[in-house]
């Protein structure tokens, strides 16, 4: 049979011009009834995923805002991102329900100078709490970062930021990976012409880990990234 999808949004903006807030927010709901899912059924070692209309329903539901305010020279902002999901499936037959909820807060501060460095500071936690069958599961990410960029000698620009992450099951072992990148522009004047050189991942980090809930397995994947690097650029507008 097909599957229904019933959707609804809600969206809120809002700028003051005269102390410079935005305050940004939304809502999103969605329901499909007799969705078509997999089932899994376990031969030996062996899964076999087949498409079935489960019974009942999915269910996502997605909420975020945020809030920024600029000064002279300093700007701030605050988000926070919710998703909550509900997906039904059969596991060897029975009937099984997997549940995931995300939450991400960040906040930020940095400088707002047109003639001098300017520095921006993050922080990053991340929670996605995972259950399905019989297993649960918690996954944490703190990570904090720092951004800094510079005109100097008038035509040169240089960026940079670090980002760590800590990042695994609260009160166990936890996985520590960072990263560093770099790049430094030229452009005389309102020549069309801009050359660049960027450096990225300079620690050599060799690995990164996210998680995941798949149709019957609650999973956390370590992923090789590309080792240290250099790139140069050469640009030309027209």
């Known amino acids: 049979d097909f599957a229904r999808t019933h959707n609804v949004s809600l969206f809120y903006r809002n700028f003051n011009l005269f ?3 935005t305050i940004f927010g939304g809502l999103n709901y969605s329901r499909t009834l007799d969705p078509i899912n997999n089932a899994v059924q376990f031969v030996g070692l062996q ?5 079935i209309n489960a019974i009942g329903f999915n269910e996502n539901i997605t909420a975020f805002g945020s809030y920024s305010k ?3 020279w300093l700007r701030t902002e605050a988000r926070a991102n919710f998703n909550y999901s509900t997906i039904n499936n059969e596991v060897n037959g029975s009937e099984n329900i997997n549940n995931t909820f995300s939450q991400t807060y960040q906040a930020e501060i940095g400088t707002n100078f047109n003639n001098y460095p300017n520095v921006e ?3 990053r936690f991340t929670q996605n709490d995972y259950s399905g069958g019989r297993n649960t599961s918690i996954f944490t990410n ?4 720092i951004e800094v960029s510079a005109v100097f000698l008038t035509d040169f620009v240089f960026r940079a930021d670090y980002s760590y992450n800590n990042y695994g ?5 936890r996985t520590i990976f960072d990263f ?9 004047g309102q020549s069309p012409w801009l050359f660049s050189i960027e450096a990225l991942n300079l620690l050599n980090t060799s690995i990164i880990r996210e998680d995941a809930l798949s149709a019957n397995l609650i999973s956390t994947t370590a992923y090789t990234v590309l080792p ?3 790139l140069f650029g050469v640009r030309y507008d027209i």
Do not use: W
Not at 142 to 145: A, L, M, Q, W
Not at 169 to 173: A, Q
Not at 180 to 188: I, V, Y
């Open 228 to 230: 240290r690097y250099v």
């Open 121 to 123: 500071l993050s922080y």
């Open 70 to 72: 600029k000064f002279k």
């Open 180 to 188: 560093l990148n770099s790049s430094l522009e030229f452009q005389k």
């Open 19 to 21: 102390n410079f807030t």
């Open 169 to 173: 099951n609260p009160g166990e072992i």
């Open 142 to 145: 703190h990570s904090p970062k």
């Open 47 to 51: 899964q076999v995923f087949s498409p």
